[in-house]
């Protein structure tokens, strides 16, 4: 059994495992003890690691905001990948994280990084401390069929102006009540 290593920054045979991957898990959670915590399942091309200490994530509209609110508040978060085929690893980064929004200069050094996708809300950048791979001998094995497009679909579908009153309504607040930077920016 592999043992679990513990490395301060992402190596090359990180990279290329993480690449390799067609869905990431994020986890956040609030400070409060009675908070929800957060695990996010991330699909879609959308994750990109920036230097060996650095990653990004363009998060896509979804039916909340829960990472963003803790990000916001604490800054805490951890990204798994885990070996559906292959040889049994999983692959956590552990960091501190914030969100950059549309129309900000930081959302227009960022963007160009990723290849835009209907229904992208905003960009989760993080800065890593420590990278830990561990056995994942417990996990079974799956087969990517592909991408579902239900969500391009929707938002294509929706239009801006559409999106951005959904943002407003369910993308504003946490489940645990703490408004997020999107809600923020949606009612100035």
Known sequence: ???????????????????????FFVGSAPLTPNGHINISPKGYNTFRI???????YLDLTGSGNETSGHLDE??????????????????????TGQVILPNSPEWENMIGEFQWIPGARQIVYAKIHAVKTSCGMSIPLFSFEGERDALQEWATQMGEEKLDAYHTETNRITMDGRVT???????S
């Open 181 to 187: 930077p999107l809600g923020r920016m949606n009612n």
């Open 50 to 56: 920036l230097s060996s200490t650095e990653v990004a």
């Open 74 to 95: 604490n800054g805490r978060i951890t990204f798994m990948f885990v070996a559906f085929q292959g040889a049994p690893v999983i692959l956590r980064l552990y960091g």
């Open 1 to 23: 059994m592999q043992m679990a290593k513990l490395f301060s920054e992402i190596h090359p045979e990180h990279k290329s495992f993480m690449e390799k991957q067609h869905i």
